[in-house]
Structures are given as structure tokens and as C-alpha cells.
């Protein structure tokens, strides 16, 4: 029995690290709202300071994302950088609109990928100091601050998204640089 | 009568000189402190304040003529005869004038100390420090250009504590095989 149990967790572990970024990052093979239950983003849509985020379906990119234990499924990314303040806002949207509703909080757990050091680290842990404050309206924009000055660089930004009926999640591949100033901020939560 | 009254001024002038001893050497250890902080000051040149906090703790304050001031908050924690700190090294921090407060990197040697054995001190131990354990902790220091690390070793268990230079984040892990395992995480400063 013990080592059925073990030869399982061998197998799992093995299998984790082994996955690719299609099954990493595919939604939950359920119908409804069971559809977002892995909560990795298919349920919303993202903008950072006007840019939409897409899917990050580079294997190789991927790979190199997540050969950094950060603990984030990164299956997203932003084409261009973004300000080091970045606005971000969030819609019910993508393959089940109704998971979500109206927006509540948007929360961000930020990596510095270049911060993680393989001689030392056994893990990346999120940069301390780090939270989001509404422009206005909560279905508006959200503005990342933090204590100390953001690095320019590679980052992944984990969004958790709050809404009135569930929350979502998108961990982010995007670059961070401090000269680009934030996107316009939506204090009304009308949106466009 | 006059005899009882002499060995109780004798005493108290004892017990005062203790506490005189005691703040003399926790203010030491906040000025070293402050050395080491990497916040530029001139100590010497700084007024001092002293309040003394609960039954075994002091709050120092040093302010320069420009209105900035270091504050350091410390108990006497490395006393085993002491059960009022709640944890082992001190608080450091700096206000500019009219500035926002920021902590500073101060003891971090004694921090993961005092992580490490409110991991390892049985559950139902009250105390916040086991001094008996503290006692057993040999810490050396490997740092490097972007992390502060303290090798631990307890009982011939190897630790260590990794302490982020960038925002004051750490772990304390246990060596397991090639592997190191969190046991405690948190922000030092």
C-alpha cells in the first residue's frame, strides 16, 4: 500500500513537472460555470495600462517561466511593458461571463523573475510591499503601488480578480519599466 | 532597624544599578544598530531619548538637529531570567522630518534565531523564548551580494535563513537531503 502510495506521488510529481503549457493552462472540462473552477483566467478579461492581455502559449517561454518555483500557473501575457505603477482593470468575460459579475477587488502578487537566485533560493516568493488601491469605482481601474521602487525587468503579476459572484485569477508574464507612465485611470467603472 | 534599612537601600541601589546596567547595554545594541543599518548618522551628534517600555524593554530614540530620529525598540531578550519579550533582536527604524517612517535591517542574526526555535519549541511551551534552545543555535553568516544568509545549525540539524536584501523578505529552511524546506516565512523589516 505504501508503495503503491508512493509510486503515485512519484508519478504525480513527475507528471506536474512535465506538463505543457496547453494542459497547464486548459480550462476545466466541465460544462456551466464549473468551466473556471481551475480559476487560471478564462473567465475574465484583464487590461493593463490599455493593453490586453493574451495567452502565453510559447512552450519554450514557458518552460523558462516555470523552471522558477513561484507556485503561479503563468498562462498569460503582455505584449509590450507596462509602467512600473500599472493601472489594471478587469470584465467578466471570456468563456463564462456570468462566473464573475460586477467587480469588487483586484488584488496582485508580484515575482521579480530575475530576483530568483538557484544558488540560494529554493523558491521565489512575491515582492513585499505590494498592493492595489482603486482609482474610484471598484469596477474601475486599480493602481499597483509599493513601498520601495519597482526594478525595470521581467515580472510575473498574479491578478486575482473579486467579483460579486465568484474571483478569477490571471498569473501575467509582462515586463515592468519605470519611464512609461500608467495607463489613463477609470474612476467611474463604466468603462468604455 | 538601621541595619534592615542599609541592606534595603544596599539592595535597591543594586537592583538600580542592574537597570542602569541592563539599559546601558540594550542602547549599545541599538547604536550598533544604527552602524550597521546602512542609514547614514553621526550617533555622537544625535540627541538621545530613553522611555522605558513594560517591565523589561526600552524604546531609544536618537534625533538630529534637522528633525530626522532612529527609533529603536528592544528588550532584554537574551536574559533566560526575562519572560516579558516577545521576541528576540530589535526594531529599528528612521523618520525623515515630516518623511514617512521606514524600517531598517538591524539583529537579523538574532531574528532567525528566534524564528528558528518558535519552530522547533514544543507546542504547548508558552514562553515565546526558549532559551535553552537559543542556547543550542550556532549561526554563522554566508552572505551574498543580493541575500543576507545565516547558517543555523541545531542539534546536528543544518538550517538556514534567507533573508531577501531588496524588501526584507525570508525564509527559514531545513536541510533535507539536497533539498532546503521552508519552515517559516515572513518580512524582517
Redesign the interface.
Known sequence: MILQTLTAFVLSTTLQAQHSQKERCAHHQASGEMMCVDRNGHCMDVLVDGQNTVALTDEATAQRVHAIKHDQDVCWQLMQPVSTKLRVSAKAGGIFPAFLGKIEKIDAHVFQLADFDPAVDSRLDQVEGVRMEADGDPNGTWSLTSERPLKAGEYVVAFQVFGVGNWDKQAVLLKLDPVLPPGPADKTGVGD | MRAICLTGLLLLNGFAFAAGGTQAVLRDRCVAAIGASGQPADVKALHETAIPLAESGFLFQFADAAGAAFSCQICDDGNPANHACGSIGLELSWRPKDGEMKRLPAELDKKCVYFLQKEMKPREEALFIDHAIVKRIQVSADH?D??W?YKMELDDNAFRC?I?K????F?V?RQTGD????IA?G?LF
Open positions: 551574498t543580493t541575500r544568509i534567507v531577501r531588496s524588501d526584507g523578505n525564509r529552511e533539498d532546503w524546506r521552508p516565512a518580512v
